[in-house]
Nanobody, 115 residues
């Protein structure tokens, strides 16, 4: 069983920055990807960004140019650097790990962008 522990959420002003981190406990084998999803009140959960074990990345159009996802494969940790934050980025952000045999979700961390 793999558990994901998230940190870095909080309250930030529009235009500000936050850096989220997510550490996976337990062993991860084979091809995998880690990513960030978010869910705003009354909205469906949506993909923000993901990164594969080979380093390839995908981003939602709404965050391209503002967010950067990175991964430390040795430590099974993923980061999300969020710059130029907008009020519409306000949501609970969830870390995700997917492998060929299992998946796991973090508990979520609140990001609020407001003046």
């Amino acid at each position: 069983q793999v558990q994901l522990v998230e940190s870095g959420g909080g309250l930030v002003q529009p235009g500000g920055s936050l850096r989220l981190s997510c550490a996976a406990s337990g062993s991860v084998f084979g091809r995998s990807f880690m990513g960030w999803y978010r869910q705003a009140p009354g909205k469906e959960r949506e993909l923000v960004a993901r990164i594969y074990s080979d380093g390839s990345r995908n981003y939602a159009d709404s965050v391209k140019g503002r967010f950067t996802i990175s991964r430390d494969n040795a430590k099974n940790t993923v980061f999300l650097q969020m710059n130029s934050l907008k009020p519409e980025d306000t949501a609970v952000y969830y870390c995700y790990l997917g492998t060929t045999v299992s998946s796991a979700w973090g508990q979520g961390t609140q990001v609020t962008v407001s003046s």
